[in-house]
């Protein structure tokens, strides 16, 4: 290799300075996708985005999570279940329907190699969104599927997988957890079947030293993100919350999948429990309504929140506090996985197994110890420099 050449590979390279010894790190990042839908569509058309921008990225919590940027994230593998996305390449299945969000336009996206493979179905599909998804009936035996999967995992050198299975999807997620022990492959779950935050579970990826972040994706400025702060805000200036409602109406197949009330059990746990998390006592269950509330089909991927709290002040004077958001719902998901799979990866390199407590916090709604989200950051931020 001459000079100029050899410069040229250790650029591409990165090297980390531990215990006086320099050690090569990989500085790609192979991350497979469960569910091609709109959360995933809003990762890769962001990625694209900012590349052909000319302009530094702005936008998401971390430019560099140590020496990883967004655009070290490889996407080698994906699963699926809709008809129309099994055998089509990653790039070409975020523009199926009922995907939604078209921030890159499909001729400008360039093709990626990864294709999407075909999942077990189980629990994953409401059946509001039927229609809309369209799945496959899985005709090989679910041991046959699990079998091609790992196959599929080992070739691709997937080395975290991100679920972004619709809501609901328990048995589903517990095949998924599975396959991640059973492959050490990390985990991030962005969705609320409890995994991370489940003791028996948690302590699989302890024993097997595999890291996981969960559960339930915390929007980069999205609904719950902005009740706790408020919420927070409230119970530390002495107030005293009597009640207070978080409403959220959106017009995506996730919202669709959400009028399915049975499905929802763990969403409304998981929301709820992130905004009790934030006062010093707990409201009672009546004095607190958190929940997606209604599908609008015309709202597309635009959400929005409407959020009020009732308190007493001084002297036991009331006051009230109005707040609507309105957000790209699927933005908010990306800003936040982004960092998720860089934090995940970071964990590999370190050989950290286990929950992932920082990551969990500050990222997720429901992880397995709540903090507040300025302890959060500052938690990541010590686990990003290896403070302990
Ligand atoms: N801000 C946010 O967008 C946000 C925040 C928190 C959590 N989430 C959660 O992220 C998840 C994904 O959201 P989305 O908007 O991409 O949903 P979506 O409905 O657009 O996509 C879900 C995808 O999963 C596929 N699928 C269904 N069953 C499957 C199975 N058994 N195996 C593999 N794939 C299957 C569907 O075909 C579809 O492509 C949802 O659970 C959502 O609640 C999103």
Same mark, same amino acid.
């Given at each position: 290799m001459n000079k100029i050449n050899h410069i040229k590979f250790l650029r591409s390279k990165t090297f980390k300075h531990v215990n006086d010894k320099f050690y090569l790190l990989k500085k790609r990042i192979r991350a497979g996708i469960i569910g091609i839908g709109n959360c995933f569509a809003g990762l890769l058309q962001g990625i694209e985005y900012y590349k052909t921008t000319k302009n530094h990225v702005t936008g998401v919590i971390h430019e560099k999570i140590k020496h990883y940027s967004i655009f070290d994230i490889d996407f080698v593998s994906g699963f699926d279940v809709g008809k129309n996305k099994i055998g089509q390449k990653l790039s070409d299945a975020i523009y199926q329907s009922p995907n939604l969000v078209n921030w890159v336009p499909h001729n400008k996206m360039p093709e990626t190699q990864a294709i999407v493979h075909e999942a077990p179905v189980l629990d994953g599909v409401g059946k509001w969104v039927q229609k809309q998804i369209n799945p496959i009936k899985n005709a090989k035996t679910l041991d046959c599927i699990e079998d091609e999967i790992k196959k599929t995992l080992k070739k691709t050198k997937t080395e975290i997988l991100v679920s972004y299975l619709p809501v609901g999807s *328990?048995?589903?997620?517990?095949?998924?957890?599975? !396959?991640?022990?059973?492959?050490?492959?990390?985990?991030?779950?962005?969705?609320? &079947?409890?995994?991370? &935050? *489940?003791?028996?579970?948690?302590?699989?990826? !302890?024993?097997?030293? !595999?890291? !996981?972040? =969960?559960?339930?994706?915390?929007?980069?400025?999205?609904?719950?993100?902005?009740?706790?702060?408020?919420?927070?805000?409230? /119970?530390?200036?002495?107030?005293? %919350?009597? /009640? #207070?409602?978080?409403?959220?109406?959106? =017009? /995506?197949? *996730?919202?669709? /999948? #959400?009028?399915?009330?049975?499905?929802?059990?763990?969403?409304? %746990? &998981?929301?709820? *429990? &992130?905004?009790?998390?934030q006062l010093d006592k707990k409201l009672p269950s009546h004095r607190i309504h958190v929940g997606p509330s209604d599908y609008v089909p015309f709202l597309e991927n635009t959400k929005l929140m409407f959020l009020r709290i009732m308190g007493n002040q001084w002297a036991n004077i009331p006051y009230t506090i109005e707040t609507q958001l309105k957000v790209d719902d699927k933005a908010n998901s990306a800003g936040i996985v982004v960092d998720a799979i860089r934090l995940a990866k970071l964990s590999l390199d370190r050989k950290i197994g286990g929950p992932i407590f920082p990551a969990c916090a500050y990222l997720m709604k429901h992880p397995p110890k709540q903090m507040s989200d300025n302890e959060a950051m500052a938690s990541v931020q010590n686990f990003i420099n290896n403070v302990h």
């Open positions: *328990d048995l589903a997620t517990q095949f998924w957890a599975k !396959i991640c022990l059973d492959t050490n492959t990390a985990f991030v779950n962005c969705i609320p &079947s409890f995994v991370a &935050s *489940d003791q028996k579970w948690a302590h699989k990826f !302890i024993t097997k030293n !595999i890291p !996981i972040i =969960g559960d339930d994706i915390k929007g980069q400025i999205g609904a719950t993100i902005l009740h706790r702060t408020i919420a927070k805000l409230c /119970n530390d200036r002495g107030t005293e %919350i009597k /009640n #207070m409602y978080q409403l959220n109406v959106g =017009g /995506n197949t *996730d919202f669709l /999948n #959400m009028r399915e009330y049975e499905r929802l059990t763990s969403k409304k %746990i &998981s929301k709820t *429990d &992130s905004v009790q998390s």
